[in-house]
């Protein structure tokens, strides 16, 4: 019997995950749930769309809702609120809200009796991970994550919203010195400006002023300001040309010692070198969906995060092949 999802948000997550659910034998998707009318929704695999309204008719054809909306103001309404009637999963990754976000979730859940996994991705979620791993293995040291070389979704949305600006796309690139710091087991201290480069691509407007632009790029607090910030004004054309890729990925690397003096040194390094953020984020989320379908079988519910999931509930594989093959 296969695992029925559902996907609440048809943006490029939303693609990624339709996509991944093709690759992932076990899953099937029922449908895909959007605030669009549905008739207007070309989806990659021809799957069904409805509207998001009729979304609790489905409460009983659907074991895991994946949830694809912003961290900005989507999640934080629409996960608790889905919680109350399926098992779901959300991309959650406003780090200093996820403790509010856990709370607020984790009523809901426990009170309909389903799994939330919140949080699930790459940053958080498998970095994450890798930071947990590497702490409890080397818990003298130092944990390290440097993003990129990639766009930032985020930050290129903030240049668009300057006056003046037609378009922009924004990679967040990491400093070559400072891994290379890291890397020989120095535990240097970084400053977020050692750690990381911010290049934009900018499209200004006809005749707009492209040094109040730039300096308004370099000068935006929680975005640009503590960073050194390179800006190019280049045509619509060349941006479409050579920037409409999302790639990202970046490094998570723990520097650690050992011995009765900490004479040894040890480097834990995780990386990843993705073409696309949204499908890779999508894969990663039908996994956990997987986990949020077995941990509800057997009776869990609540809210749960990467850190609460035993690896072998992310594989369809069954745990005497896991054994023989992987271990």
């Not at 994946?66 to 309404?77: F, H, M």
């Not at 723990?254 to 894969?283: C, M, Q, V, W």
Request: charged share 25%; proline share 5%.
């Amino acid at each position: 019997m296969k695992i029925r999802i559902g996907i609440a948000g048809y943006g490029n997550l939303g693609k990624g995950v339709e996509c991944s659910i093709m690759q992932n034998a076990d899953t099937e998707l029922v449908g895909i749930f959007t605030r669009r009318p549905p008739e207007s929704v070309k989806t990659v695999t021809n799957a069904k769309v409805y509207n998001i309204n009729d979304l609790l008719d489905f409460k009983d054809k659907i074991d895991v809702l994946i949830i694809c909306g912003g961290s900005a103001t989507d999640l934080p309404v629409q996960t608790p609120e889905f919680a109350k009637s399926f098992n779901v999963v959300d991309s959650f990754d406003t780090h200093a809200k996820i403790p509010q976000h856990f709370e607020n979730v984790d009523a809901a859940a426990k009170q309909s009796g389903k799994i939330a996994m919140i949080s699930v991705g790459w940053d958080p979620g498998m970095f994450s991970l890798s930071r947990l791993y590497a702490g409890a293995i080397l818990p003298l040291g130092n944990d390290y994550t440097f993003w990129g070389k990639g766009v930032s979704q985020g930050h290129s949305d903030a240049i668009r919203r300057i006056d003046g600006v037609l378009d922009a796309k924004q990679y967040t690139i990491p400093v070559d010195d400072a891994l290379d710091a890291v890397r020989s087991g120095t535990n240097p201290e970084l400053t977020t400006r050692q750690k990381h480069i911010r290049e934009c691509f900018v499209v200004a407007c006809e005749g707009a002023d492209l040094n109040k632009i730039e300096q308004e790029i370099k000068t935006m607090p929680n975005y640009f300001a503590d960073y050194d910030t390179i800006v190019h004004f280049i045509s619509q054309d060349e941006l479409t040309k050579n920037h409409s890729g999302i790639p990202h990925g970046g490094f998570v690397i723990r520097s650690g010692k050992t011995g009765i003096n900490g004479e040894n040194n040890h480097i834990i390094e995780y990386s990843l070198k993705l073409d696309s953020n949204p499908e890779f984020t999508a894969s990663v989320l039908v996994a956990f969906a997987r986990a949020a379908y077995k941990m509800n079988k057997e009776g869990m519910c609540g809210c749960k995060t990467v850190f609460d999931v035993p690896p072998s509930y992310l594989s369809p594989k069954a745990p005497e092949e896991l054994r023989k093959n992987l271990l």
